[in-house]
């Protein structure tokens, strides 16, 4: 694959932002404040949701899940 070709990795995008393996992530609207700071990382990704790991734990989040904690890339404030 050359510089020029699109990214084709599966990802999952919401409100215009894509998210794919491998980034960092917060779920700002979760239900305890520890959750909210909490780092995420994504270890799968598609249309219809994620796959998130943080301290050993794994999550599976639809695109619902998603919607009402909220996410956003780790580095945005």
Avoid: W
């Amino acid at each position: 694959m050359n510089d020029t070709e699109p990214r084709t990795e599966p990802a999952f995008e919401i409100d215009g932002r894509r998210y794919s393996a491998g980034d960092r992530v917060r779920f700002p609207n979760a239900a305890t404040r520890k959750d909210q700071t909490r780092v995420y990382e994504i270890t799968a990704a598609g249309a219809d949701g994620i796959t998130a790991s943080v301290d050993g734990c794994t999550y599976q989040l639809s695109r619902g899940d998603i919607g009402v904690i909220g996410i956003e890339h780790a580095d945005q404030k």
